[in-house]
């Protein structure tokens, strides 16, 4: 029996990860595979031993890896050389399997995680954008696929030829939400999707923070981008502290949600970012070049007359509302393209500024 097939066996037995690791401190997989019945020596459950049991058979395994094959699975183990060294640490509760598809060079790459809200405001996904866009240059950068923050990094990251690695709290089959399903195939083509769980497991609220601690643990650190009290994101902020790997926050307006996480890990200790070079001068490297002095962009007479309103000074939407001639849907169309386009800030809620 291939050390390989063991771990498949144990991963597709369902029993959890912190169990099965707790089993093979005690055992080795041939050692558990062989003698896994002796309930009293190794103090198994009759739920774990029923789960073992159940894919417990040289047939399965087999059937099971055809399935993979067929479905353009892959996977790796913990029994393979490639297997993520990072992952591989006792801290990290490594998983005995990674089903994935894309690159799976990138994990041997550094790699820094960027989460945040999911409710995230247009000037989250303009930060991101900013700070991803030098980040990917020296880093690929690892997310959760999730709504808002994660989504925006991982899309910011392949807008500038980055990698990017989106971790699932799910299996491969069942990736959510719905509406990141484009954005999945583009990081299956040009990065790497994984997950620990089988393809066919449906996301959970288990599953969801279970998956941070792999997140953090492929990185060399976390950053933080908008988070309020009990987001998902400071779950990977503190695995990340467990694991060893920094945390970075990007501060936020003190009178608003969403900037309650991320104020508070700084005052914790994180280290403040509000620019890529925050994060390069932490680990000593150089900031990329970039390859253009400036970027041109292009805004139409709606989002110039907003512009040359807030070029005089800043000032409230109702303020803007009552001077630029816009209906209320046409200023919101404006205010976001411009902020998107790092043209303006939102410096309060509904207080606009230039951007400097």
Known sequence: MLLSDLYLW???SRVSTSKINKLLEKMSPLQLWNS???AQTYNLDEKTLNALKRTRSAEYLERTKQYLETNNIKYITRADPAYPVMLAQKEVNPPPVLYYKGNLDLVREPCLAVVGTRKASQYGKYVVSKIVSELAKSFTV???LAAGIDGYAH???LEVGGGTIAVLGSGLFNPSPVSNLGLYDDICKNGLVLSEYTPDTHASEYTFPQRNRIISGLSKGVLVVEAAAHSGSLITANCALEQGRDVFAVPGDID???SVGTNKLICQGATPVTCAGDIFDSYSMALPKSESKSKTVEIDISEQV???????????FNEL???CGLSVPELNTALSTLMI????RERSKNIYCVSI
């Open 10 to 12: 144990l991963s597709y």
């Open 36 to 38: 896994f019945s002796d």
């Open 142 to 144: 690892v997310s959760g």
């Open 155 to 157: 899309a910011a990251a």
């Open 256 to 258: 608003k949600i969403r």
């Open 306 to 316: 907003v512009l040359n309103i807030l070029r005089n000074g800043e000032k409230s």
């Open 321 to 323: 509302a009552e001077t």
């Open 341 to 344: 386009n790092g043209l303006i």
